[in-house]
């Protein structure tokens, strides 16, 4: 029976597939190190943690379902996968095309990469697609690297296009979903052959753990991905994979309500005569709104705005009570920052500008309070 997202979710331990002799209505934490291999029989057999374990391994099941994919490792950390990634497709002197807005952390791992590697990192504006096929042929390029929508520029990304470009050239292609998630958006399903997050965002949506999955649709890489997150010591802990798997059965709910005050939060500051810009996938007026409504059926929480001044923007961040100052975004309560002083602090002025961002943008991940109070606590210092 094919069952909907929804279903899949509520399910987990029964979707994970993994035996559990109880029952039990959620995977329980094997939490130890090893195995006694003498207690076991069946097929499966495990023997340290760090190589398999029941609880991840359940886990691991839903992603893979969920996202259309023929394996998933869950990570440590949310870069935890994008290095994941990188150790498991490069080596030495390979070439790869990232979309030049791109998050901070990512842009980070690959000056360490660089340096590490010798690996040759190109950028380029994904919405310029002429631009991207250029690269695609004038240089041997081993994988593309992006994120739709952006962050923090929430620029939407054609995956089909992109997909079908990587397709002729014969590089990998991976998406980074952290923003839209498996619930809204389905790059493998579009021709990526790896999806990622960072779990710490919407997937666990409370705040409380930090943690990754990178998702393959690819059946030749999934036995190098395993080996790769084994001998590189890649592989997420029971408890923090219990936590992430806490926030999967709400994931539709949560999307839910964040896009709708997302939408409102987005049309009031586009009305606001202090703010000058406002991009959210889900406006209108946002470039790639039509592109976005054919490949995502959610539009998340995250908007980015631009205000009249620096000032402002630092006094909304400062003075702003429910909003508080935190990096990352996606969890039940409302954040605000300047990315060019936390979520993007590794970018030099000269390459946020290039990506649209300067010292007067803010970041918004609009949370599940109520959209009213949200709006009144920004009105509160815009209105001023």
Known sequence: MNRSVETILAHLAEEGGVFDPFGATHMPIYQTATFDLKKQSG???YDYTRSDNPTRESLENVFTTVCGGVGTVCTH???????????????????ILVENDTYGGTFRMLKVYRERMNITVHFADFCDLISVESLLKKHSIRLILIESPTNPGLKIIDLKAVAELARESNTIFAVDNSLATFYSQKPIELGAHFELFS????ISGHGSVIGGALVT????????????ANAEARSQNPLDVHAVSLGLPTLPLRMKA?????????????????????????????????????????????????????????RLVAQCHLFGEKCSFGTADSRIEIPGKISHASFS?????????????????????????????LAEVLNG
């Open 349 to 377: 002025a000269e390459e946020l500008a290039a990506i649209g961002i300067s010292s007067s943008t803010v970041r918004l991940s609009i949370g599940l309070e109520h959209v009213d109070d949200l709006i009144a606590d």
């Open 43 to 45: 097929e499966k057999i």
């Open 199 to 202: 779990t710490t965002k919407y």
């Open 77 to 95: 950390t949310g870069l935890g996968a994008v290095a994941l990634l990188f150790e498991t497709v490069l080596k030495a002197g390979d070439h």
């Open 217 to 228: 649709g690819d059946e030749s890489l999934l036995a190098k991905l395993r080996y790769t």
């Open 258 to 314: 964040h896009q709708e005050s997302a939408l409102k939060i987005a049309e009031w500051l586009e009305n606001h005569p202090r703010v000058t810009r406002v991009v959210y996938p889900g406006l209108q007026s946002h470039p790639q709104h039509a592109l976005a409504k054919t490949q995502m059926k959610n539009f998340a929480g995250v908007i980015t705005a631009d205000l009249e001044s620096v000032e402002l923007a630092e």
